[in-house]
C-alpha cells in the first residue's frame, strides 16, 4: 500500500474474534510465503485467521479487532518429503532452549536436503562434505513430546545424533538409506534396531546400554563400535569388510571372528568371553585388546604383526569336568604356547592348596606330571588349584596378575589297604598304582620289610602330612615303634 509491504500473521482461532492472541500465533518457520500467497507444512484441526497490518494504515490495527482475514479451515493433508534417507523418534528436546543439534554432511558438496522436524517445520538446506551442525528448537515443546525427524538428501553421508537425545526408535523409510556413518553415542536406549541402514560403513552406538542391537544386513560395514551396552551375543561372519571392531564393556560370554580376515583393530574389553574364535590367518590385525575376560590362556592369539597386543588380566579357568578323569587332571593344551614370542614355550605349573596358606603341593610326592597331565595320590581330599606361568605370555605371569585354574576338589585315594592296630599315631596306608602313600596324624616313623622279614624301606612322617613309597606287589609288613605289626598287600 503506497509502495509499503503489509505484514501477514497467521493465528490458531479460539472463537474469540482477531484479537492476535499470542499464545495462538502459528510460528513462521510451519509455512511458507510467496508474494502474499501461503503454503502451510501442517494441518490444523480447527479454523485459523491471519492479521494484517501495514504502517501507512495504523487505525486498522486496533487492539481488540485487528484487521485481517475471516477464520478459515485448511482440508489439505499436512506436507510430506518426497524420499526419506533417514528418519527416528525423539522425545527428549521438548522444551525452550534446548536446541536438538544434528550434524549432518553428504558426499558432495552442495547437496540439497530436506528436515522435516514433525513439528510442521520443513527445513531446506545444503550439506557439504564437511560435517554441518543443524540446530532446531521444537516449536511445540510439551512434557513426553514425540517428534518423528525425517531427513532427504540422497548424499547423505553423516548422520550423528546429539548425545542423550531422547532417542526411541528409527522408523523405516520409504527410498533405500544411503547414509553410510551413523554416530548414535550416549543415548539410552534398550533395544536398538539399525536394520534400515543397508548401505552403512561405520556405526558407532557407544554408551547406549542396549541390550539388544539389531544390525543391518550388508556387506559394506568397515567400522563398528559398541562400547558400552548390555548385548550378550551378536553375529558378526556376514560383515567380511570389518577392518575395525570394538565392543568394549558388553556381557559376551564368547565371539566367532573367524570370517573377518580383514580386521586391523580388536577391542573386545571388559567381557565375560570364555571362547575367543579367530582365524589363523590375521595377518593384517595390527591391534588387539581382549584382557579383563575369562579367555583361556591357550585360546590366547599368538601375536604375529600385531603392534599393540593386551591380553592381561584374564579370570581363572574353570576346568572342565571332561579334562578331570578320577585322579587325572589334563591341562596338556596349556603346554607349548607361541603367544608373544616366535617359539613354543613350555608351561610351568604349580598346584596350591586354597588355604590361607596356599601349601604347594610337591610333584612326585603328591603327583606325576606327564607333558601337563597330572595324576595325584593324594592320602586326603584336598581343594587346590594350578598356578601356571610361561614365557609366551609374560604378563600373565606377574605376581598382581597370576594366572590360575579355579579351585577343584580332588578325591583321597580310595584303595585303604590298611590301618594299624592301637593306632595312635593315626597311619593310613593307601596304594596308589606302583606306590603306597602313607599319612600320620603325628610325627613319627614307619618301616616296611617284606614277608621273610627283609627290611624293605623305612620313612619318617611329619604330623599331617604323608609320604610315598614305590613298591612292586606283593605281601609287605609295616611296623611302628610302640605299635603292633601289620600285613598288608599290594596288587
Known amino acids: 500500500y503506497n509502495e509499503t509491504t503489509s505484514t501477514f500473521q497467521w493465528y490458531r482461532y479460539n472463537g474469540k474474534g482477531n484479537d492476535a492472541d499470542p499464545a495462538m500465533l502459528i510460528d513462521p518457520q510451519t509455512y511458507k510465503e510467496e508474494n502474499g500467497v501461503f503454503t502451510f507444512n501442517q494441518s490444523f484441526e480447527k479454523e485459523i485467521y491471519c492479521v494484517v497490518a501495514n504502517t501507512e494504515l495504523p487505525r486498522l490495527n486496533n487492539i481488540n479487532d485487528h484487521y485481517g482475514i475471516m477464520p478459515i479451515k485448511l482440508n489439505g493433508k499436512p ?30 558438496d552442495n547437496s540439497p536436503c530436506n528436515i522435516n522436524w514433525g513439528d510442521g517445520v520443513i527445513e531446506e538446506l545444503v550439506l557439504n562434505k564437511e560435517a554441518k551442525v543443524v540446530k532446531h528448537n521444537f516449536i511445540d515443546a510439551k512434557v513426553d513430546k514425540q517428534h518423528l525427524v525425517q531427513i532427504e538428501c540422497v548424499d547423505i553421508d553423516l548422520v550423528k545424533l546429539p548425545e542423550v537425545c531422547g532417542l526411541i526408535r528409527f522408523e523405516a523409510c520409504n527410498a533405500d538409506s544411503p547414509v553410510k556413518r551413523l554416530v548414535l553415542d550416549n543415548n539410552r536406549i534398550a533395544t536398538l534396531d539399525l536394520t534400515y541402514f543397508k548401505q552403512c560403513e561405520e556405526i558407532s552406538a557407544n554408551g547406549c546400554y542396549a541390550n539388544e542391537i539389531k544390525l543391518p544386513v550388508t556387506a559394506t560395514l568397515r567400522k563398528l563400535s559398541l562400547n558400552g551396552n548390555n548385548i550378550t551375543q551378536i553375529a558378526l561372519s556376514g560383515y567380511k569388510k570389518m577392518e575395525e571392531l570394538s565392543l568394549e564393556r558388553n556381557k559376551l560370554t564368547e565371539i566367532d571372528l573367524r570370517q573377518l580376515n580383514n580386521l586391523t583393530k580388536v577391542n573386545i574389553e571388559y567381557n565375560k568371553i570364555s571362547n575367543l574364535k579367530l582365524n589363523g590367518d590375521y595377518a593384517k590385525l595390527s591391534e588387539m585388546k581382549c584382557g579383563h575376560n575369562a579367555i583361556p590362556m591357550y585360546m590366547l592369539p599368538e601375536k604375529k604383526n600385531m603392534t599393540v597386543y593386551m591380553y592381561a588380566p584374564q579370570e581363572s579357568y574353570d576346568i572342565p569336568e571332561a579334562l578331570i578323569n578320577g585322579y587325572t587332571v589334563d591341562l596338556s593344551r596349556f603346554n607349548n604356547l607361541k603367544g608373544v614370542t616366535s617359539n613354543p614355550q613350555p608351561t610351568t605349573y604349580m598346584w596350591l592348596t586354597t588355604d590361607n596358606t596356599s601349601t604347594p603341593i610337591i610333584k612326585a610326592l603328591h603327583y606325576d606330571e606327564k607333558d601337563g597331565i597330572f595324576t595325584f595320590k593324594l592320602p586326603e581330599t584336598t581343594k587346590m588349584y594350578c598356578s601356571m606361568q610361561t614365557s609366551a605370555f609374560p604378563d600373565l605371569a606377574s605376581e598382581a596378575q597370576n594366572y590360575h585354574t579355579k579351585p577343584i576338589t580332588m578325591k583321597a585315594v580310595t584303595n585303604n589297604i590298611g590301618n594299624i592296630e592301637d593306632n595312635k599315631a593315626g597311619i593310613r596306608i593307601c596304594q596308589l598304582a606302583n606306590a603306597v602313600t602313607v599319612s600320620a596324624k603325628s610325627d613319627t616313623t614307619i618301616h616296611i620289610y617284606n614277608v621273610q622279614g627283609k627290611h624293605i624301606a623305612s620313612r619318617s612322617i611329619k604330623a599331617n602330612e604323608f609320604v610315598t613309597i614305590p613298591l612292586p606287589e606283593g605281601i609287605y609288613i609295616a611296623k611302628v615303634q610302640g605299635m603292633k605289626y601289620m600285613k598288608f598287600i599290594v596288587s
Open 79 to 108: 506436507k510430506e518429503l518426497e524420499q526419506v534417507h533417514a528418519a527416528f523418534v525423539t522425545d527428549k528436546f521438548t522444551t525452550d532452549g534446548l536446541p536438538f543439534e544434528l550434524t549432518l554432511s553428504a558426499l558432495k
